[in-house]
């Protein structure tokens, strides 16, 4: 069991590789994926001790399989069909004008006719799930505007495979008899489609129930398995892609009540299949091709990562996207993906590659594939405008019956009267330098985005009794309000309010309880002027109570009429009878009235 070159001694190699490298390219900055990649070049073509890459690389394709899964586990059926632009929008964009643009790059370079050139094109077009997700996921950005956008790029991108593989037997010569076999491949996978959305619906989740009434946890794993692993050989069967199968399943059971478990039961397998995968991909780089065709590869891969990267990054300027999200999509999808190993081996089986150009291009996308992580590095000397400090996210010991998401000056004497109240209170916030000021004074401070809902869950909010949103910004208010809203429908939000416009759009959203941050300061500022004025405190407090009432009954009028109503209920001059002190100078008859403030502004 233990000779060199057993399955077993294999598989110690690769786990140690997998100890080692990960830890140590986190330490230097590079992500745990170029050092999987690091392991598996070190263990494959330089040690020599595992030489059957591929078999190694067919079966870690199910660590992409897991995490398509867990992917849709998370995006709703809704959330999906918001993103319906940047599918089939973006993503045929993206391939059609990358496929012509690499083909013409192919064609006129000499490097193959016109049939093959479409094939290398379009094969270069895809991009690799695999390596883009991993980064997305490690760099927290999976939820990012960025990551989802990029995210509906890949999902096209596996749906391209069934037409791109037709268009092989288009190509092929002497295949005219087979030309009816595409649009038979293509209802033969809509309807596969079809049934697996029939089967997520009304099949899924009722077994589910069955198997959780046993109480046998191993019976539940096993299960889990079995939807994933049975849904993605169903698409295979079909011509599409495992991890299309996989992402389907789990899209139909993102709304089931046991999304959360199968969650937990896939992740291991996820985590460990795909590093797999990655230190596969190094086994599976060919030193003696890029060698002898140095002078090719040198040139040849820059190049059509440069050509991919500018066109991902104007299609995302002409999508809408900033510049700087642009910028990450275009250095997150530049290299080919694990279908142009599939294209190319299949165009090589029909005749219209050569072996040897086979090895080539599969070299070539390989090559790719190891320079991304380092070109997704690169993508921050292009960004423009001042970049955040982040720190390292760390929840140990989150969770508490309230969740406060910012700790500006409102949210820290929030905090005060919670924490004087007996109340134990989990504070994020995004702000480095904020979290350093509160450290030296003795408080406990998560850094976390609140727009995430990784971050959400990893601060406890599941735990929590009651949310306190007090972020600054409206915008950003706005976004974690949403968020919660759609993944914690359960959850009690105490919301900060910008203004008057801001508390009207928050109650529209049914939060339990909004405040605007200038409200009770005012109130306070006026009835102590009022006392500095000579009145009794008591009237003051009155007068201030009376004010309360009126803005609170004009909020009702204007939410259900609109912001110009309840005009009347302002006062905008002094109220009779006169106030208690005389006033120290006479009001001329014919000096103009002070204009009161925009109502939007109260």
């Given at each position: 069991?233990?000779?060199?070159?057993?399955?077993?001694?294999q598989?110690?190699?690769l786990?140690?590789?997998?100890?080692?490298a990960?830890p140590?390219?986190?330490?230097?900055?590079?992500?745990?994926?170029?050092?999987?990649?690091?392991?598996?070049?070190?263990?494959g073509?330089?040690?020599?001790q595992?030489?059957?890459?591929?078999?190694?690389?067919?079966?870690?394709?199910?660590?992409?399989?897991?995490?398509?899964?867990?992917?849709?586990?998370?995006?709703?059926?809704?959330r999906?069909?918001?993103?319906?632009?940047?599918?089939?929008?973006?993503?045929?964009?993206?391939?059609?004008?990358t496929?012509?643009?690499?083909?013409?790059?192919?064609?006129?370079?000499?490097?193959?006719?016109?049939?093959d050139?479409v094939?290398?094109?379009?094969?270069l077009?895809?991009?690799?799930?695999?390596?883009?997700?991993q980064?997305?996921?490690?760099?927290?950005?999976?939820?990012?505007?960025?990551?989802?956008?990029?995210?509906?790029?890949?999902?096209?991108?596996?749906?391209?495979?069934?037409?791109?593989?037709?268009?092989?037997?288009?190509?092929t010569?002497?295949?005219?008899?087979?030309?009816?076999?595409?649009?038979?491949?293509f209802?033969?996978?809509?309807?596969?489609v079809?049934?697996?959305?029939?089967?997520?619906?009304?099949?899924?989740?009722?077994m589910?129930?069955?198997?959780?009434?046993?109480?046998?946890r191993?019976?539940?794993?096993?299960a889990?398995?079995?939807?994933?692993?049975?849904?993605?050989?169903?698409?295979?069967?079909?011509?599409?892609?495992?991890?299309?199968?996989?992402?389907?399943?789990?899209?139909?059971?993102?709304?089931?009540?046991?999304?959360?478990?199968?969650e937990?039961?896939?992740?291991?397998?996820?985590g460990?299949?795909?590093?797999?995968?990655?230190?596969?991909?190094?086994l599976?780089?060919?030193?003696?091709?890029?060698?002898?065709?140095?002078?090719?590869?040198l040139?040849?891969?820059?190049?059509?990562?440069?050509?991919?990267?500018?066109?991902?990054?104007?299609?995302?300027?002409l999508?809408?996207?900033?510049?700087?999200?642009?910028?990450?999509?275009?250095?997150?999808?530049?290299?080919?993906?694990?279908?142009?190993?599939?294209?190319?081996?299949?165009?090589?089986?029909?005749?219209?590659?050569s072996?040897?150009t086979?090895?080539?291009?599969?070299?070539?996308?390989?090559?790719?594939?190891?320079?991304?992580?380092?070109?997704?590095?690169l993508?921050?000397?292009?960004?423009?405008?001042?970049?955040?400090?982040?720190?390292?996210?760390d929840?140990?010991?989150?969770?508490?019956d309230?969740?406060?998401?910012?700790?500006?000056?409102?949210?820290q004497?929030?905090?005060?009267?919670?924490?004087?109240g007996?109340?134990?209170?989990t504070?994020?916030?995004?702000?480095?330098?904020?979290?350093?000021?509160?450290?030296?004074?003795?408080?406990?401070?998560?850094?976390?985005?609140?727009?995430?809902?990784?971050?959400?869950?990893?601060?406890?909010?599941?735990?929590?009794?009651?949310?306190?949103v007090?972020?600054q910004?409206?915008?950003?208010?706005?976004?974690?309000?949403d968020?919660?809203r759609?993944?914690?429908?359960?959850?009690?939000?105490f919301?900060?309010?910008?203004?008057?416009i801001?508390?009207?759009?928050?109650?529209d959203?049914?939060?339990?309880?909004?405040?605007?941050?200038?409200?009770?300061?005012?109130l306070?500022?006026?009835?102590?002027?009022?006392?500095?004025?000579?009145?009794?405190?008591?009237?003051?407090y009155?007068?201030?109570?009376?004010?309360?009432?009126?803005?609170?009954?004009?909020?009702?009028?204007?939410?259900?009429?609109?912001?110009?109503a309840?005009?009347?209920?302002?006062?905008?001059?002094?109220?009779?009878?006169?106030?208690?002190?005389?006033?120290?100078?006479?009001?001329?008859?014919?000096?103009?009235?002070?204009?009161?403030?925009?109502?939007?502004?109260i």
């Amino acid at each position: 069991m233990t000779a060199p070159g057993s399955l077993f001694s294999q598989m110690l190699l690769l786990l140690a590789g997998a100890v080692v490298a990960a830890p140590l390219f986190r330490k230097l900055g590079l992500g745990t994926v170029l050092g999987y990649l690091a392991a598996g070049v070190i263990i494959g073509p330089m040690m020599q001790q595992i030489t059957e890459a591929e078999e190694v690389l067919h079966f870690a394709e199910f660590g992409v399989v897991f995490l398509l899964f867990i992917i849709g586990l998370e995006l709703k059926p809704s959330r999906l069909w918001q993103m319906r632009g940047d599918v089939f929008g973006l993503g045929p964009a993206q391939v059609v004008i990358t496929g012509f643009a690499l083909s013409a790059l192919g064609y006129f370079s000499g490097l193959a006719d016109w049939r093959d050139s479409v094939i290398i094109g379009f094969g270069l077009a895809l991009s690799s799930t695999a390596f883009a997700l991993q980064i997305l996921n490690d760099d927290g950005e999976m939820n990012s505007r960025y990551g989802q956008r990029a995210f509906s790029v890949l999902l096209f991108q596996d749906l391209a495979i069934v037409p791109l593989l037709a268009l092989i037997t288009i190509l092929t010569p002497g295949s005219e008899g087979a030309a009816a076999s595409p649009l038979k491949d293509f209802t033969i996978a809509v309807a596969a489609v079809g049934a697996m959305v029939f089967a997520g619906r009304y099949i899924l989740t009722p077994m589910f129930q069955i198997i959780a009434r046993t109480g046998a946890r191993e019976v539940m794993i096993a299960a889990a398995l079995l939807v994933v692993l049975g849904s993605a050989a169903a698409m295979q069967a079909v011509g599409l892609s495992m991890a299309m199968g996989a992402f389907l399943s789990g899209v139909m059971l993102a709304e089931s009540s046991y999304r959360h478990e199968l969650e937990a039961d896939i992740e291991p397998f996820r985590g460990l299949l795909l590093a797999l995968f990655f230190m596969a991909v190094g086994l599976s780089l060919e030193l003696e091709v890029i060698l002898e065709n140095l002078f090719f590869i040198l040139p040849a891969v820059p190049a059509f990562m440069i050509v991919k990267a500018v066109i991902v990054y104007a299609l995302s300027r002409l999508w809408g996207s900033p510049h700087n999200d642009a910028i990450r999509i275009a250095f997150l999808l530049p290299q080919g993906g694990e279908f142009g190993f599939v294209l190319f081996t299949t165009a090589t089986a029909a005749g219209l590659f050569s072996s040897a150009t086979a090895s080539l291009l599969i070299a070539s996308v390989t090559l790719s594939m190891a320079l991304t992580p380092l070109g997704a590095a690169l993508s921050r000397r292009f960004l423009s405008g001042e970049n955040r400090e982040e720190l390292e996210e760390d929840f140990d010991g989150a969770g508490a019956d309230v969740l406060m998401i910012g700790f500006s000056r409102f949210g820290q004497i929030a905090a005060q009267i919670l924490l004087a109240g007996g109340s134990e209170v989990t504070v994020i916030d995004d702000s480095a330098d904020r979290i350093r000021q509160a450290a030296s004074f003795g408080f406990r401070i998560y850094f976390g985005d609140g727009t995430r809902r990784d971050v959400l869950i990893a601060s406890g909010i599941e735990r929590a009794k009651i949310v306190a949103v007090c972020t600054q910004k409206r915008e950003t208010t706005d976004r974690i309000v949403d968020l919660i809203r759609s993944e914690f429908p359960d959850v009690r939000l105490f919301v900060r309010s910008y203004d008057r416009i801001h508390s009207l759009s928050l109650r529209d959203r049914n939060v339990e309880y909004e405040l605007r941050e200038t409200l009770e300061s005012g109130l306070l500022f006026g009835r102590r002027t009022l006392e500095g004025l000579g009145m009794s405190e008591n009237e003051a407090y009155e007068i201030g109570e009376d004010i309360r009432r009126r803005d609170e009954e004009r909020l009702q009028i204007q939410a259900v009429q609109g912001l110009g109503a309840g005009q009347e209920m302002l006062l905008n001059r002094p109220v009779r009878p006169e106030p208690l002190i005389k006033p120290k100078r006479a009001v001329a008859l014919d000096e103009p009235e002070a204009e009161p403030e925009p109502a939007a502004g109260i």
